[in-house]
């Protein structure tokens, strides 16, 4: 019985807070037909919540529980092992305490640290594993891990310390008490971990209006930096902004060096016009500016309509970059947001002036690095889009109006005492244009190479009148007359042959 292990995952769901679809349990009973097919249907709907709600479908428990081959590493081991080695060649730091499941990542670990002489100051260490999207060469990242560090920027959160090897990376960090402005909106506590902090807030409130107008320029001029020095980032999420007095600063440089996959990727992956890292950003920076407006991330994307907004410059921003016709024609740029009315009036303070000094050989590896990550990203978007067209088709063909009209269709033919194979019940007639066209219109596809015709795209010949054929042959049958034909001259070589 599938139903005990499915219990016992979904108790380790407790954390969030969230009331989940769970089918009851029957002691009595429970093997009759009835009941297990009522069951099943149940845990299917259970999943189904699981594997669409963003936060749950990429946390650990899930993906264990539904492929253990593929996570069956042990990572926070392995992340102690590499710690434990870098703590032998820098004495001077000390872990204080694993800080457990405080991130989304699978393959990120983070730990509070302390320095032996300053055990007042606390820092985070945070260890990642190299992703699908790591395209430097070791030297290069190790390279640009490194140059991490010697960034100024006042909307940048400082790095302490940054090490690469071939296999991963590891990152200091002062600790913050404030924590991210994710943890502002929902109210939460950095140390805690993930599930319970995001996953059901108690109180929903978005931010102030000036508050959404202040960080929301800071985020958008740091974004602006990166994009002039070419530096990748595409990994903009509300727990990646770290607060600093009224200031927001960007976490998480090091995620596109390492090739890490972004938190929205799942949505982005999903409209093939966001396909640079620029668009990305800007993407992400939509998501985050309807977190800050109303305290929780969209229902869904795209955004058909927006609730109210302390301001309608909010939503102009927001229409410009959620709603199903900003997705299909691309994103603004960072540049075009800055001019809009909800930030162009923002007066910057700070006069920290930036540095970030990128040697021209790292800026060209860099540059190759962002269109091999771009290029796998329009791959994948391209395969989502075919599946995408594929399963809309095999729905359409196993839609109820259409079985109907292939019945209606096979008993004509049956009744009619012939079937032609294009007609024949064992081969149905593919689906009309006109059913085809109540199908919501998908984003254009890319050009085909040339092949054979699909049968889902053609339109079986019209049938000719069987009856008026019949009478046809009757006719010339009756009205035969021998002196018609022509005459003909044959040779006969079927007599035998005498040599």
Known sequence: DFFPEVSNFSSLFKISTLSLPLPPKKLIGNMEREFIAERQKGLQAYLDVITTHHILSNCELVKKFLDPNSYSVNYTEIALQHVSMFFRS?????????????????????????????????????????????????R?????????????????????FATAN???????????????????????????????KYCNPKKIQGLELQQIKTYGRQILEVLKFLHEKGFPYGHLHSANVMLDGDTCKLLDLENSLLGLPSFYRSYFSQFRKINTLEGVDVHCFGHLLYEMTYGRPPDTIPVESFPPAPSVFVVSVLESILTCEALKNGMPTVSRLLQMPL????????????????????????????????????EEQKLIHQHRRLTRAQSHHGSEEEKKKRKILARKVTGSGASSPLTSPSSPTPPSTAGASSIPPAPPPPPLPPAAPSPSTEVPPARPDISAGRGALLSS?????????????????????IS
């Open 477 to 497: 049958i009756q009205n035969f007359q021998k002196g018609t034909l022509k005459k003909t001259q044959t040779c006969d070589y079927s007599a035998p042959r």
């Open 343 to 378: 930030f162009s009036d923002v007066l910057l303070t700070n006069s920290e002036k930036p540095q970030f000094k990128i040697p021209t050989k790292l800026k060209e590896a860099l540059k190759i690095s962002k269109e091999c990550i771009e290029k796998r990203l329009t």
């Open 140 to 160: 290069d990242l190790q390279y640009a891990v490194k140059l991490l560090s010697s960034c100024s920027h006042p909307y940048i959160y400082k790095i302490t």
């Open 90 to 138: 820098e004495p001077k730091w000390e872990v204080a305490e694993p800080l457990k499941d405080i991130g989304w990542r699978i393959r990120k670990k983070y730990f509070l640290m302390k320095i032996k002489n300053q055990p007042k100051e606390r820092l985070v260490l945070s260890w990642a594993d190299l992703g699908p999207d790591k395209y430097l060469s070791d």
């Open 166 to 196: 071939e296999s991963s990376a590891l990152v200091i960090r002062p600790f913050s008490e404030k924590g991210t402005l994710k943890d502002l909106i929902y109210k939460a506590k950095p140390k805690d971990p993930f599930l319970k």
